[in-house]
Nanobody
Framework: QLQLAESGGGLVQPGGSLRLSCTASAILDYYAIAWFRQAPGKEREWVSC????????YSSDSVQGRFAISINNAKNTVYLQMNSLKPEDTADYYC????????????????????WGQGTQVTVSS
């Protein structure tokens, strides 16, 4: 069973940057890896997705141009580089894995993600 572990969260000031990592227990060539986030009292929100097979990326409108997802297949790790952070980016961030074509440019088009990490907390505050 695939296991995922997130790291890199923390406290950052508005306008700052953080890089989250999602390290898997197996190769990611045949998976799609997505980042989701959930703020207190809100529903879980899809953030970004990458296909392990060809590194094609997808991002939600709310983070487009500020966040970038990437993959290092040799390290079985997916990254989420977050720049120009805003207080509304405060949330628990989770990575998840699903079948290789599970990514989509819209939340409604996402496939099923069966494997989830424990999450890492990101707080954007002055």
């Amino acid at each position: 069973q695939l296991q995922l572990a997130e790291s890199g969260g923390g406290l950052v000031q508005p306008g700052g940057s953080l890089r989250l990592s999602c390290t898997a227990s197996a190769i990611l060539d045949y998976y799609a890896i997505a980042w989701f986030r959930q703020a207190p009292g809100k529903e879980r929100e899809w953030v970004s997705c990458i296909r392990g097979t060809d590194s094609r990326t997808y991002s939600s409108d709310s983070v487009q141009g500020r966040f970038a997802i990437s993959i290092n297949n040799a390290k079985n790790t997916v990254y989420l580089q977050m720049n120009s952070l805003k207080p509304e980016d405060t949330a628990d961030y989770y990575c998840a894995a699903g079948p290789r074509y599970s990514c989509s440019s819209t939340p409604s088009g996402l496939g099923r993600f069966d494997y989830w990490g424990q999450g890492t907390q990101v707080t954007v505050s002055s």
